[in-house]
């Protein structure tokens, strides 16, 4: 396990002391609405506009958002967020990939971008295949005084084998990946992470879904893994060549 990812689970496991003592208040709290949308694509990005006019979800999760962020940006300032996403000049290509938007009035604690170790491929068929690891935001947020830790998920591609379309070496990567939401989960009161596990549900089940959790799935591979949190997941209709567009209402056990 890295620098990184050790120093972020301490300070995990010190949090999950800490708001263990909320209880039964914490179930009478208003819980935290969540929206998932894979944005692949400049010119459908847009659609992404449309909902913060017209919803106001507590946090936005978006996959793919590669060249959204002049966009992401403008639009947070206008319909009241706050981005949080990584970029090419600091964090390399996959830097931009998930970015997450918080509601004004929903507190953000703590953002970390955290960096896995291992390398993975896109389909073989494409020139430059071989991609930087994943990079994996992690915030700490607090609405109506409870706290819940939220992960911007957006797994290797192949799923637990590694996929056929990469021959199967993705297998490391995706392990690697699914192990560290899980342990993330596991050593939290409440928390989920939110988006695209690139695998089925059932995978997600046996690799990251901790003891007492639960898996809510909108798709074949988008979904919420999620410890001490009710989920009330809706699927909505994806525009056409994205996927995995869902809302949830994400509530105390």
Do not use: C
């Not at 039964?24 to 929206?35: C, I, K, S, T, W």
Request: aromatic share 6%.
């Amino acid at each position: 396990m890295s620098e990184a990812i050790g120093t972020l689970t301490a300070r995990l496991r010190l949090l999950a002391t800490a708001v263990t003592i909320l209880g039964p208040l914490a179930a009478m709290a208003p819980g935290l609405d969540v929206f998932h949308g894979n944005i692949a694509g400049r010119r459908k990005v847009r659609r992404i506009k449309r909902r913060m006019r017209k919803h106001k979800d507590d946090v936005l999760i978006l996959t793919e958002a590669y060249n959204a962020r002049q966009h992401l940006k403008r639009w947070a300032e206008r319909f009241g967020y706050e981005l949080r996403q990584g970029t090419r000049g600091k964090h390399g290509p996959e830097g931009p990939d998930v970015a997450v938007l918080v509601r004004h009035g929903v507190e953000i604690l703590d953002y970390e971008l955290v960096e896995m170790t291992k390398e993975w491929w896109g389909p073989f068929r494409y020139p430059h295949s071989r991609k930087k690891p994943r990079l994996v935001p992690v915030l700490r947020l607090r609405k109506a005084g409870v706290i819940y830790v939220v992960i911007g998920m957006h797994a290797p591609s192949g799923g637990p084998s590694g996929g056929v379309a990469t021959r199967g070496r993705n297998a490391p990567a995706y392990e690697e990946y699914a192990t560290f939401v899980h342990d993330l989960l596991t050593i939290g009161v409440r928390g989920a992470a939110v988006g695209d596990g690139n695998a089925k549900g059932d995978d997600l089940r046996q690799h990251m879904k901790p003891s007492g959790g639960r898996v809510a799935m909108a798709s074949g591979v988008d979904g919420i893994v999620a410890k001490g949190l009710h989920i009330a997941l809706r699927k909505l209709r994806s525009p056409f060549g994205m996927h995995g567009w869902f809302t949830a209402h994400l509530t105390p056990a």
